[in-house]
């Protein structure tokens, strides 16, 4: 778990850190053209057709990185799971993130943001392990990962639109 | 079990994220602070698919 906020943490940072450097364009051309990129993803995601073809690794982080070593394989499975870098990606929620982040954000967010996606990323494990079957769980959520990407996208707007409306001032 | 079901912390994030809309008005920083967490969340859970 340590691993997984660490690794979070660093994804953040570094997203923070470009968004500082993003800063030096004017902010509403920045509003604009996110508003504009949130609306396309987001319009996939709730039509329950994400847009796989974003970047993305395309390759999951092998397993036996646990076994290597008693504390090092653990941590740096959780690390790179937390990262959110080697991956497959069922959402473009991670990257419509990054481009908040980017767009209107800047470091603070980016930590902030980076400890939400820690969190998101541990839910997963956490409510895995205290299902009475893991395997169930994960047929329960092969079965609702459309419903579930779906949720997670209105949560993702309601909060989107919070940042927006305060970047803009209204608020 | 209910409390653990996949899309538990989908809708616990959708509700929260609605609360946090409600309460902008009355709580203006850490609205905003708590909806860059939630952005992070949201995303972190959505790919909950893949290690």
Redesign the interface.
């Known amino acids: 778990m340590a691993g997984l906020f660490a690794g ?1 943490l660093t994804s ?1 940072l570094i997203v923070g850190a470009l968004g500082g450097l993003v800063g030096l364009v004017p902010l509403w051309p920045r509003i604009l053209l996110l508003v504009a990129l949130l609306a396309v993803l987001l319009a996939f995601e709730l039509a329950g057709r994400p847009l796989h073809n974003l970047p993305q690794a395309r390759r ?2 092998p ?1 036996d990185v646990i076994r290597r070593a008693d504390v090092e394989g653990p941590l740096q499975f959780g690390f790179e ?1 937390g990262t ?1 870098v080697r ?5 473009a ?2 990257h ?2 990054v481009l ?2 980017v767009l209107i ?1 800047g470091l603070g ?1 980016g930590i ?13 494990p956490i ?2 392990s ?3 079957d893991p395997a169930d ?1 994960d047929h ?3 079965r ?2 459309r ?3 779906r ?6 707007a ?6 927006v ?2 970047q803009m001032g209204f ?1 | ?1 209910i ?9 616990g ?2 509700v ?3 609360v ?2 409600l309460a ?2 009355a709580l ?1 920083l850490p ?3 708590l ?17």
């Open positions: 979070a953040g999951l982080v397993q799971m959110g991956t497959f990606m069922p959402t929620l991670p419509a993130l908040t982040v954000g967010p902030l943001a980076g400890v939400g996606f820690g969190l998101g990323r541990a839910l997963m409510a895995r205290r299902h009475r769980w329960l959520l092969e609702r990962l419903l579930v990407g949720l997670c996208a209105v949560g993702f309601l909060a989107a639109a919070i940042v409306v305060k608020a | 079990m409390g653990t079901h996949p899309i538990t912390p989908a809708i994030g959708l929260g994220s609605a946090l809309v902008l008005p203006p609205a905003a602070t909806a860059w967490v939630v952005l992070g969340v949201a995303a972190g859970y959505s790919i909950s698919g893949s290690p």
